[in-house]
């Protein structure tokens, strides 16, 4: 926990020295992979019509990119958009942690724990079909809200 309590600090000093939103996102991300060790970050914002898309990414292919940037909370049921929305299904929650944030060290282990119907219904497996093994969905909160 150390660990996660600098890099808050690290990213709040960042945020009183950047001049724009994008530019804090951008070095924001470059922070967390850069402390964390981890090749792809990406950080997405809810906009208007409860879109969920990337304002800031590192390491992404545009394939993956252009297939997750177009998210939407009211119609998409994936790991990203459940947490974000605060609802995690039964299935979610073996990879949960106390603070609603979902980690996965292994994907194929998730995909393994869901049955037929939920893999159609509840998981969209965009990560898993691009390559990517392990996942983390962190929610940043303002109170109550998510953004």
């Not at 800031?56 to 252009?66: E, I």
């Amino acid at each position: 926990m150390p660990q996660f309590r600098l890099i808050s600090k690290d990213i709040l000093h960042l945020f009183s020295r950047a001049g724009t939103r994008k530019e804090y996102l951008e070095k924001t991300v470059e922070l967390l992979a850069e402390r964390l060790g981890v090749p792809c970050v990406g950080i997405r914002l809810v906009g208007k019509n409860g879109q969920i898309a990337y304002e800031a990414y590192r390491g992404f292919s545009d394939a993956f990119w252009r297939e997750e940037n177009e998210l939407s909370l009211q119609g998409d049921h994936c790991l990203c958009s459940k947490v974000i929305r605060g609802t995690l299904d039964p299935q979610d929650q073996p990879f949960a942690t106390p603070f609603a944030s979902v980690f996965c060290n292994d994907l194929r282990q998730y995909e393994e724990s869901l049955n037929e119907e939920q893999k159609k219904t509840s998981y969209r497996g965009a990560c898993s079909k691009h390559g990517y093994r392990s996942l983390a969905v962190i929610p940043i909160r303002r109170k109550d809200d998510i953004f």
